[in-house]
């Protein structure tokens, strides 16, 4: 029989505040370590926090960090504890112990369906920067989370889905333009590029195993009520990024668009286009040619290994990538729709400096860019702003305070108006 498992905490508090503001943040990579210090800085909403994952050494170097870049004080309302996030059972417990208002899913795509099974079991709302992923596909639909909503509405829960960057921010700039910019949003295509130099031969900026799978999966987009399917990298293009100058941009399958077009129904194109170095891509061919892609597990002296988790233990780690990081990130929508009977274009967008970013989190520039919107989301639903009952995507509230707090909280956005668009 196997022992049986243990969650251990620091501080664990059974006292729930009359005032809301208690909040779990599940997982401690980089994306986790921002959303915390963001969370610290925010204590007018957020009053006590616990930080869990699987190793609670790294929940602790998240308190460190924050009695560092916020203060010891503010760190005193800071918890931490190991949990295995596969477990339902298991975060229940934690939950009924903490007692939390909002639970951020900062982990892995994997675990999102036992973390909202968890929030439904005990009764506390979800918010995440990514949608379910199952483990061994590489495969990712909204479908197996939006089948949650009916219980979470029943429940008088809320599931905010996708508050990170891209799904996040891009759908919320898509939001804020029909809400103030189109009568009717056309042509959308959301693009991204980092043009930054980690200064190593080859490294992801996030979860190398969830990167990987993201990228070497066939192209995707929508157009005129299809969705077309294309192969890996197949389409791309020159186009030019503010304070950037022209990258090679890639067509890629990205989980927004799902949900943007079905909630603008106007849109006749939706695209989304990342940008590639070329030592990048030819890095990522070898990768795939030699087999260290697969994610199907293979026997190796006697025990079982999948050759893409191997890979990602011996890859760089996304989060010590900050020091030695330069450069920027830079990423919006370019729109092409009508307003008032006439075609209008509108581009708006974030750049982000990974420096910048590593000053103030320890983290490069694409952790900062989804641990910045997540904190937001999370922000606005303790204000309820952003709370009602049910599983929604981002776009779906109210993009107006979402975009004051991005000026606000280290995010600034840009507009142009009746600029090229490029594509």
Known sequence: MSPKKVIFAHNLS???????????????????????????????????????????????????????????????NFQTAQVDADNTPELVRLFEGFKPDLVMNLALPYQDLTIMDACLEYGCSYLDTA????????????????????????????????????????????????????????????????AGNHHKAFATNFNPEIN????????????????????????????????????????????ELESLVLNFPTIRRGRFWMTFGQEYLTHLRVIQDIGMASIKPINYEGKEIVPLQFLKAVLPNPQELGSNYDGETSIGCRIRGLKGGKEETYYVYNNCSHQAAYEETGMQGVSYTTGVPACIGARLFMQGLWKKAGVYNVEEFDPDPFMEELNKQGLPWHEIFGGDLEL
């Open 14 to 76: 059974t006292k729930k505040t009359d005032d809301m503001g208690r909040v779990i943040i599940i997982g401690a990579g980089g994306v986790a370590t921002v959303a915390a210090i963001k969370v610290a800085k925010n204590a007018d909403v957020f009053t006590d926090v616990m930080i869990a994952s699987r190793t609670l050494a790294k929940c602790d170097a998240i308190v460190a960090s924050i009695a560092e870049k916020v203060g010891a004080e503010r760190a005193k």
């Open 131 to 194: 949608n379910y992923e199952p483990k061994d596909e590489a495969h990712f639909e909204y479908s197996w989370q939006w089948a949650y909503r009916e219980r979470f509405e029943k429940a008088g829960l809320t599931a905010i889905l996708g508050c990170g960057f891209d799904p996040g921010v891009t759908s919320i700039f898509t939001a804020y333009a029909a809400k103030h910019h189109f009568d009717e949003i056309q042509y959308l295509d959301i693009v991204d590029c980092n």
């Open 212 to 255: 990987i799978r993201e990228i070497t999966q066939k192209g995707l987009y929508y157009e005129d009520g299809k969705w077309v399917e294309t192969e890996p990298l197949e389409i791309h293009k020159t186009l030019t990024y503010p304070n950037v100058g022209p990258k090679e941009s890639y067509l890629l399958h990205h989980e």
